[in-house]
């Protein structure tokens, strides 16, 4: 059974950590971004992903000046297409690294 003192501080470090991990959102809606709901969304995604993470602040960090490319590509049915395959390829290979290194599989 866990002590009190080891079970508030796994509390803190997850509580911790779920923060952290939102940080991209949080700063794209501070800055009222105008991709601010696409980046909360894939943020939710990114939860299984470092990678994804990274990205997800330098965009949000980025600012909006490449706002206007990002738009024409999402604008094609066949980039969004692309967009959400590539995202997901990203995060299965990242919990499948992520389980080999803990030797789940």
Same mark, same amino acid.
Request: hydrophobic share 60%; no cysteine.
């Given at each position: 059974m866990i002590s009190g003192t080891a079970f508030w501080v796994a509390w803190w470090i997850f509580v911790f950590l779920v923060v952290f991990n939102f940080?991209?959102? @949080?700063?794209?809606?501070?800055?009222?971004?105008?991709?601010?709901?696409? =980046?909360? @969304?894939?943020? !939710?995604?990114?939860? *299984?992903? *470092?990678?994804?993470w990274l990205v997800l602040m330098a965009w949000a960090v980025g600012g909006r000046r490449d706002d206007s490319r990002v738009a024409m590509f999402l604008a094609k049915r066949q980039n969004q297409l692309? =967009?959400?395959?590539?995202? @997901? =390829?990203? !995060? !299965? *290979?990242? *919990?499948?690294?992520? =389980?080999?290194?803990?030797?789940?599989?």
């Open positions: 940080l991209p959102a @949080a700063i794209a809606y501070a800055q009222r971004h105008p991709r601010r709901h696409t =980046l909360a @969304a894939l943020n !939710v995604v990114s939860l *299984f992903s *470092f990678a994804l692309m =967009l959400g395959v590539s995202i @997901a =390829l990203m !995060v !299965v *290979f990242s *919990f499948g690294s992520t =389980l080999y290194g803990l030797d789940l599989i």
